[in-house]
């Protein structure tokens, strides 16, 4: 079975500061790796997607993560934090042989201070 | 388009009653899902169809609960009868294929008093 470990379940950056958020995955087969953002109150939007293609995915809103399949790591980052990314942060993966079901790691809810 | 649509967006409901949660999938996608989150157990995935056809629904917490796809642009969550546990955010999700991403719905907020 699949899992997806999120370190962190509360993370708090300054404004202009680094956005960095760990997934890592467990998985024998590689499989697809999604991000998604969950804002107060609504559902969760995809910020990027990796499906074997290119290692290094770049996503909305100036984030983006990299496919380490050595450390079965998905991280996802930002180089400046803005207010507006104040939201819960979900890392999913999923396998073709499973059907499209996600598997999602327990979240990570970044806190931006001015 | 539109996206997923969910409804109602919120209920509010007494022990013991029926509950229905609506969802209309992306036009053209495949696969729904239905998810539930709590504070305690996170994002639960409860049931998923493939073209109208329940695939999996070992995530459906008690015969309670039921959901159908009548067709491809419609599906019920229904829990008979509901209690205070059930109490919880229920999301509606759709995929184009295997593999894809899923595109969820704003989520009913559900309330058992």
């Known amino acids: 079975a699949q899992s997806v470990t999120q370190l962190g379940s509360h993370v708090s950056v300054s404004e202009g500061a680094l956005v960095l958020l760990r997934c890592n995955y467990s998985?024998?087969?590689?499989?697809?790796l999604f991000w998604y953002v969950q804002y107060p109150n609504q559902g969760l939007q995809l910020l990027l997607k990796y499906t074997s293609a290119a290692t290094l995915v770049k996503g909305i809103n100036g984030f983006e993560a990299e496919f380490k399949k050595s450390e079965t790591s998905f991280h996802l980052t930002k180089p400046s934090a803005h207010m507006s990314d104040a939201a819960e942060y979900f890392c999913?993966?999923?396998?073709?042989?499973?059907?499209?079901?996600?598997?999602f790691g327990g979240g990570t809810r970044v806190l931006v201070k001015p | 388009d539109a996206g997923v649509i969910q409804s109602p967006r919120h209920e509010v409901t007494e022990m013991g009653q029926e509950v229905t949660l609506r969802c209309k999938p992306i036009s053209g996608h495949d696969y729904l899902f239905w998810y539930r989150q709590t504070m305690m157990r996170g994002l639960e995935l409860l049931i998923y169809?493939?073209?109208?056809?329940?695939?999996?629904d070992s995530g459906m917490p008690e015969d309670r609960f039921s959901a159908k796809m009548p067709n491809a642009s419609f599906s019920t969550l229904k829990i008979q009868p509901s209690e205070p546990r059930d109490s919880a955010v229920y999301f509606c999700?759709?995929?184009?294929?295997?593999?894809?991403?899923?595109?969820f719905g704003p989520g009913t907020r559900l309330t058992v008093t």
């Open positions: 999913a993966v999923s396998r073709a042989a499973a059907g499209n079901k996600l598997t």
């Open positions: 998985s024998s087969v590689p499989p697809y």
């Open positions: 999700a759709s995929s184009f294929q295997q593999g894809y991403e899923q595109y």
């Open positions: 169809f493939n073209n109208n056809v329940p695939i999996d």
